[in-house]
């Protein structure tokens, strides 16, 4: 009686695995239709190069309460970042992306765009101010432009080409050097 009582109770354990693993993956799956694998090359046929994927467009308030559009860096690499304060891997990631935004502002050839998802106003310069942070921060405050762009973990980061199309993404926290990386391929793709 007890072997069967055991059976029964690791067959139910190891269902309750598999619906918890299939729940897991279903709700964070990233739907392929806004993520793009990196171009191959300049020497891209034409039709392939027209059916581009395009950066959803938008316009927010910037910290200051200015308003940006993505549009407005058309001709630069846009390094588009989602994320909050109550984050912590985006927290662990924001001193990179802080060191890297002094070296790309000194070349004027890409921006880093960090948009902070449905926070207060406040609560963001608090955690800029306290930890010296200077980045360009977007405030998503309502959460639609992360819903465009369909994220669905943070932190979550964009590589935009200079003619607006997507490059890639990480959807995970990431580091200087790997974004470097991935700046020096766009370089490299020409596109």
Same mark, same amino acid.
Request: neutral net charge; contains cysteine.
């Given at each position: 009686m ?12 190891a269902?309750?695995i ?17 993520i793009?694998?990196p171009?191959?090359?300049s020497?891209?046929?034409?039709s392939a190069?027209?059916s ?13 309460g200015?308003? @940006? /559009? ?7 690499? $846009?390094?588009?970042?989602f994320w909050a304060?109550?984050? #912590?891997?985006? +927290? ?12 790309? @502002? /000194?070349?004027n050839?890409?921006?880093i765009?960090? $948009? ?7 609560k963001? #310069?608090?955690y +800029?101010?306290s ?8 405030m ?17 980061t964009?590589?935009?080409? #200079? ?22 391929e766009?370089?490299n793709?020409?596109?």
């Amino acid at each position: 009686m007890n072997k069967k009582l055991t059976i029964v109770i690791w067959s139910i354990v190891a269902v309750a695995i598999i619906a918890a693993a299939y729940t897991f993956y279903s709700k964070t799956k990233i739907d392929n239709k806004y993520i793009i694998q990196p171009q191959e090359d300049s020497q891209q046929s034409q039709s392939a190069q027209s059916s581009k994927l395009m950066a959803p467009d938008f316009n927010l308030k910037d910290i200051n309460g200015k308003t @940006v /559009k993505l549009s407005d860096y058309k001709g630069k690499k $846009v390094i588009l970042n989602f994320w909050a304060v109550w984050c #912590k891997y985006c +927290l662990m990631e924001m001193p990179d992306f802080n060191e890297l935004n002094k070296e790309l @502002v /000194k070349d004027n050839n890409a921006v880093i765009l960090a $948009v902070d998802v449905q926070e207060t106003e406040e609560k963001v #310069k608090e955690y +800029l101010t306290s930890n010296n942070i200077s980045l360009n921060v977007l405030m998503d405050t309502d959460g639609a432009v992360s819903r465009t762009y369909r994220v669905s973990g943070y932190p979550t980061t964009f590589f935009i080409n #200079k003619d607006g199309s997507l490059y890639t993404y990480i959807p995970q926290k990431t580091d200087k050097n790997t974004v470097l990386k991935i700046l020096e391929e766009m370089e490299n793709s020409k596109d």
